[in-house]
């Protein structure tokens, strides 16, 4: 099986900070990475998918970067909405999530 | 706008069976794979199955083959989970979820609200 790894596990930035979450598979994933977002009590919701594509009306200050074993999703400039929990995913062999990175606004 | 509605959850003794259903709508459900995820506060989320637009592909994880069964109606834009042997670890919160992809299975891309299933005597 791949695992996913992302760290940190819990970030707080403010208004207008670059964020990065990073993320690394167990084995090279080529580039089957995908990214969520999920707000409390809402189901998750894709954000970015191939490392870098980003889903229709998903903001272009979110990004993703990487290839193989290791990835990361960018904030270019944090925004209020922009708490909650982000979890990467690998679809390269079989779906494999991340344990999440929440994001907290200060 | 794609709609996806699960029910079926509830309270469910070790070892006995419960039907999850998810009902489609706002898409052409017919030419979409579609997944069931669950997700727990501890283990966090786990993809459980996956059927192609057709029935005639289906994967399952690890921790359900063999107890699991993933099968769609596509004459009633409607998507089945059969959880059978029910474990205490089986209990999550189960999301209903769609490919993006026409004819693909790829990538999640549209999620349910989820529906309930906890496992308790």
């Known amino acids: 099986d791949i695992q996913m790894t992302q760290s940190p596990s819990t970030l707080s930035a403010s208004v207008g900070d670059r964020v990065t979450i990073t993320c690394r598979a167990s084995?090279?994933?080529?580039?089957?990475l995908a990214w969520y977002q999920q707000k409390p009590g809402k189901s998750p919701k894709l954000l970015i998918y191939k490392v870098s594509t980003l889903n229709v009306g998903v903001p272009s200050r979110f990004s993703g970067s990487g290839s193989g074993t290791e990835f990361t999703l960018t904030i270019s400039s944090l925004q209020p909405d922009d708490f909650g929990t982000y979890y990467c995913?690998?679809?390269?062999?079989?779906?494999?999530f991340g344990q999440g990175t929440k994001v907290e606004i200060k | 706008q794609v709609q996806l509605v699960e029910s079926g959850g509830g309270v469910v003794q070790p070892g006995r069976s419960l039907r999850l259903s998810c009902v489609a709508s706002?898409?052409?459900?017919?030419?979409?794979?579609m997944y069931w995820v669950r997700q727990t506060p501890g283990k966090g989320l786990e993809w459980v199955a996956v059927m192609s637009y057709d029935g005639t592909t289906k994967y399952y994880a690890d921790s359900v083959k063999g107890r699991f069964t993933i099968s769609r109606d596509n004459s009633k834009n409607t998507l089945y989970l059969q959880m059978s042997s029910l474990r205490a670890d089986d209990t999550a919160e189960y999301y209903c979820?769609?490919?993006?992809?026409?004819?693909?299975?790829?990538?999640?891309?549209?999620w349910g609200q989820g529906t309930l299933v906890t496992v308790s005597s």
């Open positions: 706002g898409f052409n459900f017919n030419i979409y794979g």
């Open positions: 995913q690998q679809y390269n062999t079989q779906w494999t």
């Open positions: 979820a769609k490919d993006r992809i026409v004819g693909g299975i790829t990538v999640i891309d549209d």
């Open positions: 084995q090279t994933i080529s580039t089957w």
